[in-house]
């Protein structure tokens, strides 16, 4: 069996980590140090947050790669392949990248008599391939809270962030936003600026006590965002006062990922490039140059335009119906499946006045909640409102929502397993997070 094909097939077999009270840090702690402690071996930045954070990790990646710098992304989870999980200039990583780096982070846990799960080997992987590519920087998105997550390794980083903090993953990360809070603000480090992005005043009171002696850039009090309306403006003004703009802006950008919120989003990427040492252009061009699969991703394709969003938990399905708002979109038709772990009631009732064709689906998981469950909820939510379950027929589901075309945009939300898969059906062509300015 050769190299690639051997690491690969270890990643394949792993177990998934199961939070609080499974694993710890101290395994893969001990791979890296065998390893020759590779999470350290370049300046980081490491993101936390429930909502946000895979946008603002890819956007920081672009400024950095803006500047001219090799940057290496690792982000949680992927929507079609693990290998979207591992970026290196934007694109991501190739089986051959995965495969050697896999075997060798699996020789040095077997030397070390401790089984890693799959999120912390690939977790090592990343640190591992980054240092030994000629990465001169690393963005690492935390994968699930912060304190014990397998990122948090990192001893040293350039700057940590929390982008938000809403209600998701409370069995495991607590039932309160101060709970949540206390998980995520694992990340911070002594003498490492944090910046928070806009958080409840439960959670950033909690981010607070955790950052104590540690310099602490709020949105919204250091600096901030704001949407430029007008015949003549549109994206977002900059301000920034420990640069001296005050609440004027520093400068303006727009975004090409869609919806209001990731005005806020690309906030935090821009302080977070100033805070390590990036110019204002730099920051400007990052944000402005940056993609993110599945975050209200048009697809125009087989004779209809699909728009696909990531839209997992009741924050993340509250930005999604502010885009529908925005773009005074209503009645829409949606495929839509969610895990029986999310708080799917609240969800569900929260899009029931906007959608006049519910297409169910089960999501490629243990944890799926089945469509005749989903069908319940749903009810009779209106005159003409259809509900359609079509179970794992995943192409019977794309194929009549390409057919029912009524000239207005087919929307995909929920469940990253079901969302990715969808992706990956429409044949959406690789396109590159950021692009790297040669110097």
Known sequence: MNTVRAGLEYLGKLTPWNGRGGFALQYITAVLKRLGNPQDALPTVHIAGTNGKGSVSSAVSSI????????????????????????????????EFLGEFALEVRNAAAKELVELSFHEAITAVAFLGFRESGCEWAVIEVGLGGRLDASNVITRPAATAIVTIDYDHQAILGNSLGEIAAEKAGIVKPATPLVSGHLPKEAADVVARKAVGVPLLKFGRDYGARELTGADASGFGYWDKTLGSGVGDLFQYSTPLPGIHQGHNMAVAIKLGLTVGMNPEVCKAGVEGVFWPGRLERVDTMGRAFVIDCAHNTAGIAAFISFLQSNGLKDIDLTFGVLDTKNWQAMVQALRPHVRTWRLLRPDSERALPVETLRSEIGVSGTGVRVLGYGSDYERCLREAIDENDGQPAFVTGSM?????????????TKPLWKRVVK
């Open 417 to 429: 397993y079901m969302v990715g898969k969808l992706r990956g059906m429409l044949s959406v062509p």
């Open 64 to 95: 950095l790669g803006a500047a001219g710098y090799r940057v290496g992304l690792n982000v949680s989870p992927h929507l079609q392949v693990m290998n979207e999980r591992l970026v290196v200039d934007g694109l991501p990583v190739p089986d």
